[in-house]
């Protein structure tokens, strides 16, 4: 049995032909009434996911403490547009203001703004969020320009991808198309797409997977960069270097699913592609460097520390274990990335000092 929009989807092929997965991963996550990101809460334990700003408050303090320095170093420009893609329930945010209270002139400089397409969502990031006045955008191109704090956490993860297999005729793009009894299935192109044409050449049953929508609001925020100043802090799972395969995975419950089941109940999210990111972005690029050792440079395990001594045995046993989830190489310490974007390419941001080959 699919989903009621798997049915939608399903009647629209019918009427009108195959689609790409990027389409239908589109409407599968971003369906105004019942795309996944549209009509539930997917994060926490009773959802499909957790994220690090969820397993510890400890990531998005030191995510705000990232932000303030580099406000710093710019000069600190008043104001300044804060800008979170995709928030969640709002929690990094929240963690990152309380976390810079005490940093002199920055929340009378900052000037918050929320690109997230979920209702639900904007809900939780209104409660967790109402001292600060956040103005809500469906799409980064609607931020007023200016000098810019941009971070984003699982955002990338979440665009659409297109996918091609090498045929021994050439690329062909993977379409989502219709079996015989009417049900969704993957099938690919019959003829050369625009996208597959582009590709490089590889043996007869490679496979590439591309995120255009990424490497377009990479190049956006670029331009925002370029334009007014700023940095850039993205982080998510995903791979340094660009390389064949694909990545997209579905997961509904904590569980792995099909890509095709019941869309709008199931999250699908792929590999960030950084290099890709980077190049498009076209400015100083620091990293990506594993989110373990990001943290450790930040300072999380005094951080930890400090938060023990204050803590009942019990509440010091989830620290240590939000700890080792965060940095673990076998957790989210190696997987999870970051990559910071900046408009100055004369010194490494803190996080990333032990890496300055990595700037661009
Ligand atoms: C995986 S969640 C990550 C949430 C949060 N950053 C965290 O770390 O907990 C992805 C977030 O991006 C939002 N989102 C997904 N696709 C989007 C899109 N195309 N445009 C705007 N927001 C989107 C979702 O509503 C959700 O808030």
């Given at each position: 049995m699919?989903?009621?929009?798997g049915r939608l989807i399903a009647h629209r092929i019918a009427l009108t032909g195959p689609i790409p997965i990027a389409g239908f991963m589109a409407e599968a996550l971003g369906h105004p009434r019942l795309g996944y990101y549209r009509r539930a809460l997917p994060l926490g334990a009773a959802g499909d996911f957790t994220t690090a700003p969820e397993i510890s408050q400890m990531f998005g303090e030191l995510l705000g403490a990232w932000l303030a320095e580099r406000w710093r170093?710019?000069?600190?420009?008043s104001p300044v547009r804060l800008v979170e893609l995709g928030p969640g329930r709002g929690t990094l945010m929240a963690d990152a203001l309380r976390?810079?209270?005490a940093v002199a002139g920055f929340h009378a400089a900052l000037d918050l703004h929320l690109v997230d397409t979920s209702g639900p969502l904007r809900m939780a990031q209104r409660a967790a969020l109402a001292d600060f006045s956040p103005t809500w955008h469906e799409r980064l191109d609607d931020v007023p320009t200016g000098p810019l704090l941009l971070v984003a956490n699982e955002f990338f993860d979440a665009l659409p991808v297109r996918q091609f297999h090498k045929t021994a005729e050439g690329w062909r793009?993977?379409?989502v198309g219709l079996a015989p009894d009417g049900t969704l299935r993957l099938a690919l192109a019959p003829g050369l797409t625009p996208f597959a044409a582009a590709l490089p050449d590889a043996p007869v049953g490679a496979e590439a997977e591309i995120c255009e929508a990424g490497r377009a609001l990479a190049a956006d925020i670029g331009a925002r960069l370029r334009q007014g100043g700023g940095w850039a802090l993205i982080v998510d799972y995903g791979h340094d270097h660009s390389s064949p395969g694909t990545s997209l995975q579905a997961?509904?419950?904590h569980r792995g699913a099909g890509i095709l089941d019941r869309p709008g109940e199931t999250d699908l999210s792929a590999h960030v592609d950084?290099?890709?990111?980077?190049a498009a972005a076209g400015v100083a690029a620091f990293g990506p460097v594993g989110q373990g050792d990001f943290l450790r440079r930040l300072g999380i395990e005094a951080r930890a520390r400090t938060l023990k001594q204050r803590a009942r045995p019990e509440q010091a046993g989830a620290v240590d274990a939000a700890l080792a989830r965060l940095l673990a190489p076998d957790q989210m310490g190696t997987l999870f990335r970051v990559l910071a974007l900046g408009d100055d390419r004369s010194a490494p941001p803190a996080g990333f000092l032990d890496t300055p080959s990595d700037a661009t």
């Open positions: 699919t989903s009621e929009l170093a710019m000069g600190a420009p976390a810079t209270r793009e993977r379409m997961v509904r419950g950084f290099a890709a990111l980077a």
